[in-house]
Nanobody
Framework: QVQLVESGGGSVQAGASLRLSCAAS????????MGWFRQPAGKEREFAAA????????DYPDSVKGRFTISRDNAKSTVYLQMNSLRAEDTAVYYC????????????????WGQGTQVIVSS
């Protein structure tokens, strides 16, 4: 099965940008549709972005649309989440997730998860 490791989190000011990376190992990344989810402290996990197997299709919730961009490089076995114009409400632990069979906004689609990376945005 695939193993996922996120990186790139940190503490930034509102309006700044961050790029998160999710490195996959164990199986070719091309086998998996990928998603990014986030979990603010004390709240439920929520959908942040998804990309299909080839990268041709992406999906975002309204809360990040126009600010976040998900992309993938199957040759490098890495998925990215470019986050621009960050807001305090983007503060959360960010997780990447993988699925061989489905993609979209539901966490239940994704059986494989990374350990998460913390993003803190101060206003």
């Amino acid at each position: 099965q695939v193993q996922l490791v996120e990186s790139g989190g940190g503490s930034v000011q509102a309006g700044a940008s961050l790029r998160l990376s999710c490195a996959a190992s164990g199986r070719p990344l091309s086998r998996y549709a990928m998603g990014w989810f986030r979990q603010p402290a004390g709240k439920e996990r929520e959908f942040a972005a998804a990309i299909d197997w080839s990268g041709a299709n992406t999906d975002y919730p309204d809360s990040v649309k126009g600010r976040f961009t998900i992309s993938r490089d199957n040759a490098k076995s890495t998925v990215y989440l470019q986050m621009n114009s960050l807001r305090a409400e983007d503060t959360a632990v960010y997780y990447c997730a993988a699925s061989e069979t489905a993609w979209g906004s539901k966490a239940a689609f994704y059986p494989y998860w990374g350990q998460g990376t913390q993003v803190i945005v101060s206003s």
